[in-house]
């Protein structure tokens, strides 16, 4: 009998659903879902552009009005309930003159997306973000050769470094050149080990990493070079190596090392195993150190 009822239940809530949303046949239904999975989808996509903003308060903000609204009107708050109503009445103009940068960027990003990448905003966003870090690492690093500042930048990839991770000083910061520049000048806290980064931050400082047991190395390489190649052995992490004798960069990927890089050549390096989605782990030019 409860079943029954049940069934009832959810037969007559599925014809009012249908006569409200005016579905009369199976193609209203299709068009019915296309419609509201665009609106939600839209919808998605306004919240994660603004989340990150001030407009996401501004948002909260207006909420509360509604609610706010809505409560004295139940309460029977006539004058408060009066001057909310009439704030909600402006809100469209009041939206516009508050959120004005964020629709000028939001209509922005949409023109200079194309159709394919309509869709995939998420994977625009983490290529802009790729971008910015190496951007900022290439900067760090021009700088502390400059100045034959020692550095260690570990960048994770596919292969976790939990361990590496909290061997360290977690931080969790956003990557920037200043940061990474204080990090390693002499005689600071943090100076001594390495940086690792993860998902475009900061996860932690003054790590310890593994040295490499090659036997084949060159004399002149140092303990950083020769940690850079030791992490690199045994993940695929990315290792950027500024020297402080020499202040030469080089990158340690897969086990071998790549020596007196510039910054163009750092930054096509970086560029092909951080943005090339289609070959993540594939070795850049001669992955080779030279025996002296």
């Not at 998902?199 to 020769?226: M, V, W």
């Not at 004798?245 to 090392?257: D, F, H, P, T, Y």
């Amino acid at each position: 009998m409860f079943f029954l009822v049940g069934t009832t239940n959810f037969w007559d809530i599925i014809a009012n659903l249908s006569t409200n949303l005016d579905i009369k046949s199976p193609w209203d239904l299709i068009k019915t879902i296309i419609d509201i999975g665009i609106v939600s989808f839209v919808i998605y996509k306004l919240i994660k552009l603004i989340r990150e903003t001030r407009a996401w308060q501004l948002i909260k903000g207006i909420l509360v009005i509604v609610i706010a609204a809505r409560a004295s009107e139940l309460i029977g708050f006539k004058t408060l309930s009066f001057i909310l109503r009439l704030t909600i009445e402006y809100m469209a103009i009041i939206l516009v003159v508050l959120f004005q940068p964020e629709f000028r960027r939001g209509l922005e990003q949409l023109g200079r997306s194309r159709f394919r990448n309509l869709f995939s905003f998420e994977e625009e966003d983490s290529t802009i973000k790729v971008k910015s870090l190496i951007e900022e690492i290439i900067k760090a690093v021009t700088e502390m050769s400059r100045t034959f500042t020692g550095a260690l930048i570990v960048i994770e990839r596919e292969t976790k470094l939990g361990e590496i991770i909290n061997s360290g000083i977690n931080l969790d910061s956003n990557v920037t050149s200043e940061l990474l520049i204080n990090i390693f000048t002499p005689n600071t806290p943090l100076h001594d080990g390495a940086v690792v980064i993860r998902d475009n931050k900061i996860k932690a400082a003054a790590c310890f990493l593994p040295l490499t047991e090659n036997p084949n190395l060159s004399k002149e390489l140092g303990t950083r070079h020769r940690a850079a190649l030791g992490i690199s052995e045994v993940s695929d992490a990315i290792v950027v190596v500024v020297s402080e004798e020499s202040g030469r960069i080089s990158v340690a990927l897969n086990g071998g090392l790549t020596r007196n890089l510039t910054s163009d050549t750092l930054r096509k390096a970086l560029s092909k195993n951080l943005l090339d989605k289609e070959n993540p782990s594939k070795k850049l030019g001669i992955w080779k150190v030279k025996a002296k």
